[in-house]
């Protein structure tokens, strides 16, 4: 696999000029088919569709909001009191072994999958290689003591538990791992995110009353920035949830493979944060297989249509396409996998 483009930034602003209005008429067409396949096939009225919809956006928008502020308020953080040479000093100098402990900073900016984009962007533009971003980016949704903490109270100690951890860490480092060894970072990342050398001395640092104005000042701008990707991804969770009914799902979930995709693809569509999955995934554990529910559990927060659409407003296009698939047949091979030998 090669991830190396070459367009110049004459060739690539106009297609970005074009595109966003592109992406907005797709999201209003698709909402509008589901809300007509919806009220041709449940049986209810159109009003009663639309408020379906409307609960069901307004669920996900409000759960999903206060991790982006904090995403964006630590974002704030990072641009006020951290510069490149701080960044470096902690960093392993070994590419790959900085890849590999990228799985772990979630110990450190314990965020969710909306709030982990701003704060990842932001570590990009200060020099963090796209490989440990990355590598961050999919691990830090669970790897974060909050997300530990509910997914204990849920399943307790053990396979699933245990089984999380695992599988997220080696997904996650896997999918940096083949980033550090195809592709250069400004072949990744959009120009916004990528970390530009300054030859020039650095400014002395901020005092706390500066750096705090500062700090509010690049996340409201992130804030608004990033806000309207999640606004348009939580548009097409909503949509998706009233145009795929959950029973359908439900229905083709069954056996050691068949369970394992529809539990992965009810994950992207749900969009429910990691913070709370696990209390949705106990649900379902009388009905699918354990396979299913790590499966479930490991990829949704890596990778769902929120996080699809703010993946947009980081790394360019091609990049994004590979954030989702590879990801998802790595967590597919792993449930896959576990539901095999539990099966022996």
């Given at each position: 696999m090669h991830?190396?483009?070459?367009?110049?930034?004459?060739?690539?602003?106009?297609?970005?000029?074009?595109?966003?209005?592109?992406?907005?008429?797709?999201?209003?067409?698709?909402?509008?088919?589901?809300?007509?396949?919806?009220?041709?096939?449940?049986?209810?009225?159109?009003?009663?569709?639309?408020?379906?919809?409307?609960?069901?956006?307004?669920?996900?928008?409000?759960?999903?909001?206060?991790?982006?502020?904090?995403?964006?308020?630590?974002?704030?953080?990072?641009?006020?009191?951290?510069?490149?040479?701080?960044?470096?000093?902690?960093?392993?100098?070994?590419?790959?072994?900085?890849?590999?402990?990228?799985?772990?900073?979630?110990?450190?900016?314990?965020?969710?999958?909306?709030?982990?984009?701003?704060?990842?962007?932001?570590?990009?533009?200060?020099?963090?290689?796209?490989?440990?971003?990355?590598?961050?980016?999919?691990?830090?949704?669970?790897?974060?003591?909050?997300?530990?903490?509910?997914?204990?109270?849920?399943?307790?100690?053990?396979?699933?538990?245990?089984?999380?951890?695992?599988?997220?860490?080696?997904?996650?480092?896997?999918?940096?791992?083949?980033?550090?060894?195809?592709a250069r970072d400004e072949d990744v990342l959009l120009p916004t995110a990528c970390y530009v050398p300054n030859a020039a001395p650095p400014p002395p640092r901020a005092t706390w009353r500066s750096g705090f104005t500062q700090t509010l000042t690049v996340a409201t701008s992130e804030f608004f920035e990033i806000g309207r990707y999640l606004v348009i991804g939580c548009l097409l969770a909503a949509g998706m949830q009233t145009f795929i009914p959950q029973e359908t799902l439900l229905r083709i979930g069954s056996g050691q493979v068949g369970s394992v995709l529809a539990m992965q693809a009810f994950a992207f569509i749900l969009s429910v944060c990691s913070t709370v999955d696990s209390f949705l995934a106990l649900a379902f554990v009388n009905t699918f297989t354990t396979g299913a529910i790590l499966a479930f559990l490991s990829f949704g927060p890596m990778v769902d249509v929120k996080s699809t659409l703010l993946f947009l407003g980081v790394f360019k296009r091609r990049t994004v396409v590979y954030l989702v698939a590879v990801p998802f047949a790595l967590n597919a091979l792993a449930g896959v996998l576990v539901n095999v030998w539990l099966a022996r």
């Open positions: 991830l190396s483009t070459s367009h110049s930034p004459s060739d690539s602003q106009p297609l970005r000029v074009t595109v966003r209005p592109l992406l907005w008429v797709g999201v209003v067409v698709f909402v509008a088919a589901a809300l007509l396949y919806g009220t041709l096939n449940t049986g209810l009225d159109f009003f009663t569709v639309v408020g379906l919809f409307s609960t069901r956006f307004l669920g996900i928008y409000i759960e999903a909001v206060p991790f982006l502020l904090m995403g964006t308020f630590t974002s704030g953080l990072i641009e006020a009191f951290v510069r490149h040479d701080d960044l470096m000093r902690v960093m392993p100098r070994n590419r790959y072994l900085a890849t590999g402990l990228g799985a772990f900073l979630g110990l450190v900016f314990p965020v969710c999958e909306c709030g982990v984009v701003p704060v990842a962007r932001r570590l990009f533009t200060k020099g963090l290689p796209a490989s440990v971003g990355i590598t961050f980016l999919l691990a830090a949704p669970f790897m974060n003591p909050i997300v530990f903490a509910s997914t204990f109270i849920a399943f307790g100690w053990g396979v699933i538990f245990v089984g999380r951890f695992v599988i997220t860490a080696l997904v996650a480092i896997s999918v940096g791992l083949m980033f550090a060894l195809t």
